[in-house]
Nanobody
Framework: QVQLVESGGGLVQAGGSLRLSCAAS????????MAWFRQAPGKEREFVAS????????WYVDSVKGRFTISRDNPKSTVYLQMNSLKPEDTAVYYC?????????????????WGQGTQVTVSS
């Protein structure tokens, strides 16, 4: 069983920055591909970014490329999402997810464990 706990969300003005963290339990975090997804009100949950177990490979949705950076610290069992140049359309609940087996992916159904989410609100 893997537990994921997100933190770092909040209210920020457009153009501002936030850093989300996701702390994972379990002894084999370094073997998991990790990802961030988000869900805006009235919309489906969508992929934001993913990272391989080693941290070498990353993948971003086009709308956040150049603004968001996903990273991980395996000894701390934590994955991060640095969000810069935030826009009102980035407003959503952000979820981290772990994939126990398989490579990093953007497929929502390929992830096995999910956090409870953290709210990010960007005001214009």
């Amino acid at each position: 069983q893997v537990q994921l706990v997100e933190s770092g969300g909040g209210l920020v003005q457009a153009g501002g920055s936030l850093r989300l963290s996701c702390a994972a339990s379990g002894r084999t975090f370094s073997r998991y591909a990790m990802a961030w997804f988000r869900q805006a009100p009235g919309k489906e949950r969508e992929f934001v970014a993913s990272i391989s177990w080693s941290g070498v490979h990353t993948w971003y949705v086009d709308s956040v490329k150049g603004r968001f950076t996903i990273s991980r610290d395996n000894p701390k069992s934590t994955v991060y999402l640095q969000m810069n140049s935030l826009k009102p359309e980035d407003t959503a609940v952000y979820y981290c997810a772990a994939r126990v087996s398989g490579p990093y992916s953007k497929g929502i159904h390929e992830y096995d464990y999910w956090g409870q989410g953290t709210q990010v609100t960007v005001s214009s």
